[in-house]
């Protein structure tokens, strides 16, 4: 994973090989944060997004007794990790769903906790690379976007059947556009004469629309397609069922690391973790009950940024956000 419409690293990469479009976002430093809890026998890690498994390989190399569970929505992605696991045999287990269901991806495998649970959010390189996903806007393709192509509701339906004001809210909401009413009506008037149907087709009318001054803080279609995106495959929703699944599923002393990669992520995964850091004695108790001491431990303060040098070298790293948690108590 790891590429977000924030990210300005667009342009497609050539598919000449798996490893060449897939450098994995802050490596080492989630190795590092992962490891104190993957060091026993029996442990277990949850990749909950495996795309190509460049963090998953990395990881069980590492750590020659893990066991671990990739989940993806994405039918291709899990192809292409299968292929590239499959010398690990049988300590890799696949599941094809959406990372909120973490859950029963692993009741169904036996597993009611697990040591280690890694999120690499946003657009994979498998995803935005494939010009035919409809992920970027600076290549002409079906209006697309989603990332399960057994779903059915694609960008060109959300273009086609929303109202202005649901358009509008949704521009604002998941782009923070502030042209999101210019764009709504736009959008609207053009579908009348024909259909949306590729990304060129959104692109002219976005741009048509966009005062010079506004495009150059930069390109028109930015904002839009990020919002039609996240839409598409709900991701805020998912990834606000998501998060607290995955805490429930930690064993003690188990830990987590998530890589956001746009703010309205992040958010989500800031207040998430924050409140389960939290105390829940209430104010002027003289002395904390165990049951109201805190579920987790920030492992680092506020969110983490990728290096200078790992930034230069892999432009996908430029917008990301690490967050990580260690269980200190069960919860009855």
Do not use: C, W
Not at 159 to 181: C, M, N, Q
Not at 225 to 249: G, K, T
Not at 287 to 304: D, F, Q, S
Request: aromatic share 4%; net charge negative.
């Amino acid at each position: 994973m790891g590429i977000s419409t924030e990210d300005p690293a667009l342009a497609p990469v050539p598919m000449a090989d798996n490893s060449s479009i897939h450098t994995p976002v802050m490596l080492e430093r989630t190795i590092e944060l992962l490891s104190p809890a993957l060091a026993h026998d029996g442990a277990v890690l949850v990749d909950a997004t495996l795309g190509m498994a460049g963090h998953a390989e990395a990881f069980l190399e590492r750590f020659p007794d893990l066991t671990l569970v990739g989940i993806d929505r994405d039918t291709d992605a899990l192809s292409i990790a299968q292929e590239r696991l499959a010398a690990f045999g049988t300590r890799v287990h696949f599941a094809h769903a959406v990372y909120d269901e973490i859950g029963t991806v692993l009741a169904d495998r036996g597993l009611p906790r697990v040591s280690g649970i890694l999120f690499d959010l946003g657009v994979s390189s498998l995803q935005l690379d494939r010009v035919d996903r409809g992920f970027s806007y600076s290549q002409d393709a079906p209006l697309d976007m989603r990332m399960d192509a057994t779903t059915e509701r694609t960008a060109a339906v959300i273009l086609a059947t929303y109202s202005e004001g649901e358009l509008r809210r949704l521009f604002y909401e998941f782009g923070d556009e502030k042209l999101a009413p210019r764009y709504a009506s736009k959008i609207v008037q053009r579908r009348e004469i024909e259909p949306f149907e590729t990304s060129a087709q959104l692109v002219d009318v976005l741009i048509a629309a966009t005062p010079a001054a506004a495009q150059r803080a930069g390109h028109p279609a930015k904002r839009v397609f990020q919002a039609l995106r996240i839409e598409v495959n709900q991701e805020l929703s998912v990834l606000e069922r998501a998060i607290p699944a995955a805490i429930d599923a930690l064993e003690l002393h188990g830990r987590m690391v998530v890589l956001a990669y746009q703010s309205l992520e992040d958010r989500i995964v800031k207040r998430a973790l924050q409140a389960r850091a939290a105390s829940t004695a209430p104010r002027g108790l003289p002395v904390e009950l165990p049951e109201h001491r805190p579920e987790l431990k920030l492992l680092v303060r506020g969110a983490e940024l990728a290096s200078e040098s790992e930034r230069e070298r892999n432009p996908r790293a430029t917008s990301v956000r690490l967050r990580a948690v260690e269980r200190l108590r069960d919860v009855a």
